[in-house]
């Protein structure tokens, strides 16, 4: 792997950890939210109203959650529905509205619903209200401010937290303020970080050991010869005509006549030796004198 390479790979990296990596939690307003009562009808006349006059006092958007005498029955129920795209990084906060019929001590729990869409409503008829399952249910705590925090991790379901939220006792009658904004932290899920060849080559074209620029024609690539493109097909060809043999510089051409006289004088030289040599081998030798 080249160094450029090397560096775009360590670059794509660092922004897939620093930036995609760690989405920051941000906060989530229902996606629907609504409230239901029961109801006491008189020849097909709704007559709760009248005959419970401090359901007056619940704002517009707001929630009402009340128990009655009949165990198992509550008064009234409210539900919540957020879309999570990723992890749940916080409670659901429900805030009590302030100069409301609420009794102080009163609990809530939050139920799973059946199914997280359903049509919101403003006092509707309980008969009305979403379909809940109170297995795995979670009970509120109340914080410092006086809200009502619900941990609502365990009760995601696929891609949405949908609750029904629940009396605890019989005498709880809690007025809540329509849900804030930032009544649910959410965390979005960081996608997938590309493998780092396709990120380097998509944030700066190619960082591969390659040439950058494309090969000339007739140039050759490991085993294979790049063939000509068009241009260099279509030139005519030049003829070719062998060089002329060139001496090189500082080099004497030779005289003419010089090396025959070299050899000429070598041979009589032999020639005279051989001869010295013969007459000193036939001289006799002297004899020496008898005493």
Known sequence: MSVRRGLAVALAATLSLGIVGSPAAH???????????????????????LLDPSTVDVPADGLLVAGSTTAGQPEAIAAVA?????????PLRLVPHAATATVPGSGAMA????????????????????KYDCLGAVTAKVDSDGAYVFDV??????????????????????VFASPGDDSLLVKAEAPAPAP????????????GDAALSPPLPGAVLGNETAAPGPAAEAAPTASITA?????????????????????????????????????????????SAAP
Request: aromatic content about 6%.
């Open 27 to 49: 906060a989530a307003k229902p996606a629907a939210q609504g409230w239901w009562r029961s109801s006491l009808n008189v020849l097909g006349i709704d007559l709760t109203a």
């Open 82 to 90: 957020y879309t999570v795209q990723g992890t749940v990084a916080g």
């Open 111 to 130: 139920c799973p619903l059946d199914n997280p869409t359903f049509k919101p409503a403003q006092g509707g008829l309980i008969e009305n209200a979403p």
């Open 153 to 174: 991790s365990t009760l995601v379901r696929g891609d949405a937290v949908a609750v029904a939220i629940l009396p605890t006792t019989q005498t709880s009658r809690i």
């Open 196 to 207: 780092p060849s396709a990120t380097a080559d998509a944030a700066t074209g190619s960082f």
């Open 243 to 287: 060089p002329t043999a060139v001496a090189p510089i500082g080099a004497t051409a030779p005289t003419p006549g010089r090396g025959s006289a070299g050899r000429a004088f070598l041979f009589l030289a032999i020639a005279a030796a051989i001869g010295v040599a013969w007459v000193v081998a036939g001289r006799p030798r002297r004899r």
